[in-house]
């Protein structure tokens, strides 16, 4: 039972754009920067977003991200077959004892 | 260029001890906001992160599993290693280790290194 919230899976047509949500809660995205890493099969995984919106040299502007209270969500326009992937959200949570990193449970991307 | 490579056993017995290192280029442990950090991911499943260490020497802790594990860093073998005890079937996993830069996340990741518990 992972601290953040993804859906399981989404799907969506070439060429099309796709949202994936990550809910939270005050203590971790409502109070802390998310990333979002996309994991191709059988690869390790890969950052796309951090700090919320911002991407890393090389990420093209296909993906997005953005934050809300105690929820994000990475858009992906323009979809394409190797998008194909897992992707999950990542914060710190300060929550229990000390800060610790928390993933949502992966959303499970297929480009029909 | 930025790589981080995992290293360690790939099997071990329950109640064992694992020990994983990873080995990095590119950049030094010894820069302010710098930190090294180990996540697993069991076959099929999400993303668990465990533990983190800072050019500073904090460490951080996933708190389900701080009583089990140990994370150092050698910064002239440009190395940190993770020690998890107590290893169990459940721990079977894939054991990445990644480069953290203050609230920029986890970037690049190594490989990963899959670690198999059984008897």
């Known amino acids: 039972q992972s601290v953040l919230t993804q859906p399981p899976s989404v799907s969506a047509a070439p060429g099309q754009k796709v949202t994936i949500s990550c809910s939270g809660s005050s203590s971790n995205i409502g109070n802390n920067y998310v990333s979002w890493y996309q994991q191709l099969p059988g690869t390790a995984p890969k950052l796309l977003i951090y700090?919320?919106?911002k991407r890393p040299s090389g990420i093209p502007d296909r993906f997005s991200g953005s934050k809300s209270g105690t929820s994000a969500t990475l858009g992906i326009t323009g979809l394409q077959t190797g998008d194909e992937a897992d992707y999950y959200c990542?914060?710190?949570?300060?929550?229990?004892?000390?800060?610790?990193?928390?993933f949502g449970g992966g959303t499970k991307l297929t480009v029909l | 260029q930025i790589t981080l490579k995992e290293s360690g056993p790939t099997l071990v017995k329950p109640t064992q001890t694992l020990t994983l290192t990873c080995t990095f280029s590119g950049f030094s442990l010894s820069t302010s906001g710098v930190g090294v950090g180990w996540i697993r991911q069991p076959p099929g499943k999400a993303l668990e992160w465990l533990a983190l260490i800072y050019w500073d020497d904090d460490k951080r802790y996933s708190p389900s599993l701080k009583s089990r594990l140990t994370i150092t860093k050698d910064t002239s073998k440009n190395q940190v290693v993770l020690t998890m005890t107590n290893m169990d079937p459940v721990d079977t996993a894939t054991y990445y280790c990644?480069?953290?830069?203050?609230?920029?996340?986890?970037?690049?990741w190594g490989q990963g290194t899959l670690v198999t518990v059984s008897s």
């Open positions: 990542g914060t710190w949570d300060s929550s229990l004892s000390a800060p610790h990193v928390v």
């Open positions: 990644a480069r953290a830069v203050e609230t920029m996340g986890f970037d690049p």
């Open positions: 700090e919320n919106n």
